[in-house]
């Protein structure tokens, strides 16, 4: 019954539209800096936590180990083996998150009221004192290694590894932070231990909650929940020196439709003319279902049944990727459409309707993410490691409108280089 409730809690915990959520800066007593939105119409707390660095810290040879040690977590604490950590979780209703990322670790927990002080408890013994018994690393270790051998199968992947092996080479970057099988089976429970303490450390943290908790019950929970752990970690990755020319890279992969990834440097997060770029992005090959790819390589031409743009802004290098898949015989013909439409935006860039239909995507499709009080507090943590400011929220759509054609243009000259494009192809294209 009590997981039935917290189901219905958290369907219909939806705060009121963006412009309203009133966010807090909070200081626990032990020093931690935690955003809040107080929701006390319901018994119920969405809690998210990132430490910055995820799996560009491992250790030179020891690839993966940040992954693995991530997906132990949950194996155990204290006298408590997995299944009674899943069962007394299980039992408090309580629903814990830990997922690794390339360049974070996002630790999240959902929790009523009632069992507040007994799920936090519970929560840090997991995150503080994992029993990363051999058991459970040998039976997750299996299982990431299943996850790789399965990747070495899937052309998107394929694409992916070889893309990012070409333009970042040795940094951790250039490789998959799941490791390789060699790397992960050399994985020792020492190694284990050691990426323990050099990813969760107090210097990298964001904290955000969402629900019924006011902000000194926060501020004393939080230093509950993360005494215990290092106050510093390990050194983060250095700068990533982008190496990819334009041209093409074909791997050979016996399939009857190929996987195109192309792309070049893109921009970084805070630059002034990021906006300009987001909405450019959305009219090239967005989220938006109606941009101009879509309309040339599927529309017109009937050459796939999906091709998208994405920016991507990561710490030490930004990236402007595509990716699109055609049947062997017409992928080079699309590769072809996609180096001619960059070129077209390059030279031309959008028309005043496809801006302001961007706009009208984006700006209208904002208030849908905040469904929810984990997806508001997830919002939140992201908002804090992009150093987005506590106005963020209220003003974003704003930002949007503001941006004019002739912003878009010129970022359009800037950013797009179709002479810098790469594309990597995985299969047996046909030209």
């Known amino acids: 019954m009590i997981r039935f409730v917290l189901g219905v809690v958290m369907i219909f915990a939806a705060l009121p539209a963006q412009a309203e959520i009133d966010i807090k800066e909070v200081t626990s007593p032990g020093g931690i800096t935690v955003w809040l939105v107080e929701e006390p119409s319901i018994p119920f707390v969405a809690l998210e936590l990132r430490f910055r660095g995820g799996g560009t810290l491992d250790l030179p040879g020891k690839r993966g180990a940040t992954n693995l040690m991530v997906g132990l977590l949950e194996e155990g604490t204290g006298d408590m083996d997995a299944r009674d950590f899943a069962k007394a979780t299980e039992e408090l209703a309580a629903q814990f998150g830990y997922r690794a990322y390339d360049e974070s670790i996002a630790l999240s927990a959902k929790f009523l009221t009632e069992n507040r ?26 299982q990431v290694l299943s996850g790789i051998r399965s990747d070495a199968k899937d052309p998107n992947r394929i694409a992916s590894a070889k893309f990012d092996e070409l333009a970042f080479g040795d940094h951790p970057y250039g490789s998959s932070m799941d490791g390789t099988e060699d790397s992960v089976l050399g994985l020792t429970r020492d190694d284990i231990i050691d990426a323990h303490r050099g ?9 955000s909650a969402v629900g ?8 004393v929970m939080l230093d509950d929940l993360l005494m215990g752990l290092p106050e510093t970690g390990a050194a983060f990755a250095g700068p990533a020196e982008f190496s990819l020319a334009g041209g093409q890279t074909i791997v050979d992969f016996a399939t009857p439709q190929s ?105 209208g499709a904002y208030p849908l993410r905040f469904d ?4 508001i507090a997830n919002i939140m ?50 030209s």
């Open 372 to 375: 929810g009080n984990a997806a």
């Open 212 to 219: 019924d908790i006011t902000a000194e019950e926060l501020g």
């Open 117 to 142: 002080d007994e799920a936090i408890a519970l929560f840090r013994k997991s995150v503080v004192e994992p029993r990363f018994d051999q058991v459970s690393i040998d039976r997750v270790r299996e």
């Open 381 to 430: 943590v992201g908002m804090q490691m992009d150093d987005l400011g506590l106005d963020y929220i209220a003003g974003r759509n704003e930002k949007v409108r503001a941006v004019t054609l002739e912003d878009v243009r010129r970022v359009a000259a800037r950013l797009m280089r179709p002479e810098d494009l790469h594309f990597v192809i995985v299969g047996q294209p046909e």
């Open 259 to 363: 996987v195109a990834l192309f792309g070049h440097e893109g921009i970084e997060r805070d630059d002034p003319d990021f906006f300009a770029a987001f909405l450019l992005n959305t009219i090239m090959g967005g989220s938006s279902f109606d941009n101009r790819l879509m309309e040339e390589v599927r529309e017109k031409r009937g050459l796939t049944y999906g091709i998208g743009t994405y920016l991507i802004a990561m710490d030490q290098a930004e990236l402007y990727l595509g990716s699109v898949a055609s049947v062997n015989d017409r992928v080079m013909q699309a590769v072809d459409v996609v180096k001619s439409e960059w070129a077209r935006m390059a030279s031309e860039g959008p028309t005043l309707e496809e801006l302001d239909a961007a706009k009208a995507y984006l700006t």
């Open 199 to 207: 990813a969760l450390a107090l210097d990298r943290v964001y904290v």
